[in-house]
């Protein structure tokens, strides 16, 4: 498109371009950094604070590298800066040294991770990542080693030619017999170097893989976490889908770490298992780290994992836990108070809506002065209803529904039916006899 052809003031040249979502950036010669959309558009012009070495971008955000200083350290040191902008809007997000170079070394490669975290690599085969915190209150962030290809050449003229860093690996091209790029005549064969940090060796027991995969891990996850706070922030995610992959990625690295963590509490090392104890992320990661403390018999280290616990996790209130029954408890207990008290006869007349007049005696000859008709029935049958209703009240027995029931014998019954009329004895039918003659 012909939109697309600009041409620069005269004695400015470009030396470096770079492209992402939704924006173009090209750094020149004057050290001014210019920003484009992609439909042609220009943006803001941006001084850059030295004189530009190279420019990489990847999603929304582009990263600059310049020379602090011409002339380098005394070991032959470049002393270069970074600035991470925003490539959409022209904002910096990040600013600092390149200090990830190694001493007399130069910087030959630059660019981003899949989770947009800066990462460069030095003339001695030195891979390192920018970790940023995990925070808004800093825009700043440590270089950090992340593999050493130096002990993983065949031969000294071996080369890496670094493509990109992604899922935990460094896409390169290997190449042979001192060449420092690939033919660009042929297609190059491109290989896969599995990230590894150059930790210290412990001498004391074996735990050096799961000790550098557990540091690499947790600094990963919070790069990750970063973007991903950027995706939700341009509505490119939802929050509810990020906050369920992070949980499933928090739950993949305290799997690392607690391998090492069984290693530890296996070799009785306490403090070290405790100090280890502040990388977990899950409630349930501190559950199975005390379950398996508690098998060890390591009774204290349980009870400091359980504060730990209770620190990072809060156990929620019991009898506010739940927000709904909380609520419900408040409104009955303003109902109960709103309620008037019944202190006496006129007032709950006066709650049934009844005349107060109507509940006394009417004067004879006549009813009461305020009382009507229409305002209530007469005042003598309200009056013995009211009283009557007490009295039952008053003389009202609770029925235990649980006590026993008294059953009566089925013979009683028939010791109540009338006996036979008795026999005459022989003495007294001699009497009668007797008395007849």
């Known amino acids: 498109d012909k939109d697309w052809v600009y041409a620069l003031p005269d004695g400015e040249r470009v030396l470096g371009c770079a492209t992402g979502s939704g924006w173009c950036g090209v750094m020149t010669s004057r050290r001014l950094l210019r920003l484009f959309t992609v439909g042609g558009i220009q943006g803001p012009i941006i001084w850059l604070p030295g004189e530009p070495v190279t420019i990489v971008g990847r999603d929304r955000f582009m990263a600059v590298i310049y020379h602090r200083s011409m002339s380098p350290m005394q070991d032959g040191t470049q002393l270069l800066g970074y600035s991470i902008i925003d490539g959409v809007n022209g904002t910096t997000v990040a600013t600092g040294d390149v200090s990830a170079l190694s001493p007399?070394?130069?910087?030959?490669?630059?660019?981003?991770?899949?989770?947009?975290?800066?990462?460069?690599?030095?003339?001695?085969?030195?891979?390192?990542l920018l970790a940023r915190p995990n925070n808004e209150l800093s825009s700043f962030g440590n270089w950090v080693p992340f593999l050493d290809t130096v002990g993983l050449k065949k031969s000294i003229s071996d080369n890496f030619w670094p493509v990109e860093v992604n899922g935990g690996r460094l896409v390169c091209v290997l190449l042979r017999g001192g060449k420092e790029h690939p033919d660009a005549a042929r297609r190059p064969v491109t290989t896969t170097l599995k990230l590894r940090m150059p930790m210290a060796t412990c001498l004391s027991m074996k735990s050096g893989v799961e000790e550098e995969a557990s540091v690499r891990a947790n600094i990963a996850l919070d790069q990750r976490k970063i973007y991903d706070d950027v995706l939700v922030s341009e509505?490119?995610?939802?929050?509810?889908?990020?906050?369920?992959?992070?949980?499933?990625?928090?739950?993949?690295?305290?799997?690392?770490?607690?391998?090492?963590?069984?290693?530890?509490i296996t070799a009785r090392k306490v403090e070290r298992a405790l100090d280890l104890a502040n990388r977990f992320h899950t409630e349930k990661t501190f559950d199975i780290a005390i379950m398996a403390a508690d098998r060890m018999s390591l009774g204290r280290l349980c009870e400091k994992l359980e504060e730990m616990k209770n620190q990072k996790f809060p156990p929620l209130d019991e009898d506010f836990g739940d927000e709904g029954s909380y609520d419900s408890?408040?409104?009955?207990?303003r109902s109960v108070e709103d309620e008037p008290k019944i202190t006496s006869r006129q007032q709950l007349a006066e709650m049934q809506r009844i005349s107060p007049d109507a509940l006394h005696t009417p004067q004879k000859g006549g009813r009461s002065r305020h009382s009507t008709d229409e305002e209530s029935p007469p005042a003598e049958s309200l009056k013995r209803k009211f009283d009557d209703d007490e009295a039952n009240k008053s003389s009202k027995r609770r029925v235990n529904p649980f006590a026993k029931k008294r059953l009566e014998s089925p013979a009683k019954g028939i010791m109540k039916l009338p006996l036979s009329p008795a026999r005459p004895t022989l003495s007294k039918a001699k009497s009668r006899l007797n008395a007849r003659r």
């Open 235 to 264: 509505g490119k995610m939802d929050s509810e889908d990020i906050e369920e992959e992070y949980d499933m990625m928090c739950r993949q690295v305290d799997k690392i770490t607690l391998k090492l963590f069984n290693t530890f």
């Open 329 to 333: 408890g408040m409104d009955e207990r």
């Open 104 to 128: 007399g070394a130069s910087l030959t490669w630059a660019g981003f991770t899949e989770s947009c975290a800066l990462t460069v690599m030095d003339s001695d085969g030195m891979l390192s």
